[in-house]
C-alpha cells in the first residue's frame, strides 16, 4: 500500500520568503503526482500534474520537482504572499488511484 | 472553466437518518470519484466509476454506504444509517479517464449528530 508523508504538518514564513514542501512515498512505481490546494472548510485545488516521465513542472511562481528513484517531491512557491496560506496536499497517482498525504499546512504572515 | 458541482454543501442529520449527496462532473470525464475527508487528514477513496461501471470500492462500507451513476453522467452517494464517525467531508472529484488529472468539486460537510 502507498504511504504519503508530508513534513512538516505546520509552517508559517514571512510574506517575501520562498516556500518549499515536502512530499515522500514508499512506492515508486507511480503514474503521476498530483499538488493541490484547499483553503478551510474547501474542495481541492489542482495546482500541478507530474507524470512519471517529467522531472518537474512550473506554474507561474509554483515549481514542482519529482525523483522517483528516492521517492520525493518538492513544492517550491517563490515569494510567498499572505495569499498563499493554506494547506498544500500531496497525492501519488498509482493502480487508478490517488494516495494522499495529510497536507502541510502554510500560514504566511504579512 | 467547466467545474464539478456538488450539492447541498452541508448537510447536518441525527444519528441513524439517511443522507444522500449529488455530483456533477465535469462535461465529458468519464471517471468520477468519491472520497471522504476526515478533519486534518487527507482525503481517502471511496468509490471510483468508470462511465456507469464500479472501477473500485474496495473501500466503501457496504453495509451503510451505496452510490451509483446510473447513466454514466452524475452521481449519487448515500449513507443510510448515518452513525456520527460518518461525519466528515464528502468531496467529488471526475477525470477524463483513469489515471489523468483529477479535479475536485466544493465538497459536502456532513454533521452526524
Known amino acids: 500500500k502507498q504511504e504519503v508523508t508530508q513534513i512538516p504538518a505546520a509552517l508559517s514564513v514571512p510574506e517575501g520568503e520562498n516556500l518549499v514542501l515536502n512530499c515522500s512515498f514508499t512506492?515508486?512505481?507511480?503514474?503521476?503526482l498530483q499538488w493541490f490546494r484547499q483553503d478551510p472548510g474547501k474542495g481541492l485545488t489542482s495546482l500541478l500534474l507530474?507524470?512519471?516521465?517529467?522531472r518537474e513542472q512550473t506554474s507561474g511562481r509554483l515549481n514542482a520537482s519529482l525523483d522517483k528513484s528516492s521517492g520525493r517531491s518538492t513544492l517550491y512557491i517563490a515569494a510567498s504572499q499572505p495569499g498563499d496560506s493554506a494547506t498544500y496536499l500531496c497525492?501519488?497517482?498509482?493502480?487508478?488511484?490517488?494516495?494522499f498525504g495529510k497536507g502541510n499546512q502554510v500560514v504566511v504572515i504579512p | 472553466e467547466a467545474e464539478v458541482a456538488q450539492s447541498p454543501r452541508y448537510k447536518i442529520t441525527e444519528k441513524s437518518q439517511a443522507v444522500a449527496f449529488w455530483c456533477d462532473p465535469i462535461s465529458g470525464h468519464a471517471t468520477l470519484y468519491w472520497y471522504r475527508q476526515i478533519l486534518g487528514q487527507g482525503p481517502e477513496l471511496l468509490v471510483q466509476?468508470?462511465?456507469?461501471?464500479?472501477?473500485?470500492d474496495s473501500q466503501l462500507p457496504k453495509d451503510r454506504f451505496s452510490a451509483e451513476r446510473l447513466k454514466g453522467v452524475d452521481s449519487t452517494l448515500k449513507i443510510q444509517p448515518a452513525e456520527l464517525g460518518d461525519s466528515a467531508m464528502y468531496l467529488c472529484?471526475?477525470?477524463?479517464?483513469?489515471?489523468?488529472?483529477?479535479?475536485f468539486g466544493p465538497g459536502t460537510r456532513l454533521t452526524v449528530t
Open positions: 512506492d515508486s512505481a507511480i503514474y503521476n
Open positions: 507530474i507524470q512519471s516521465s517529467q
Open positions: 466509476f468508470q462511465d456507469e461501471s464500479v472501477v473500485d
Open positions: 472529484a471526475s477525470s477524463r479517464i483513469q489515471g489523468y488529472e483529477q479535479y
Open positions: 497525492a501519488v497517482g498509482g493502480n487508478n488511484r490517488l494516495a
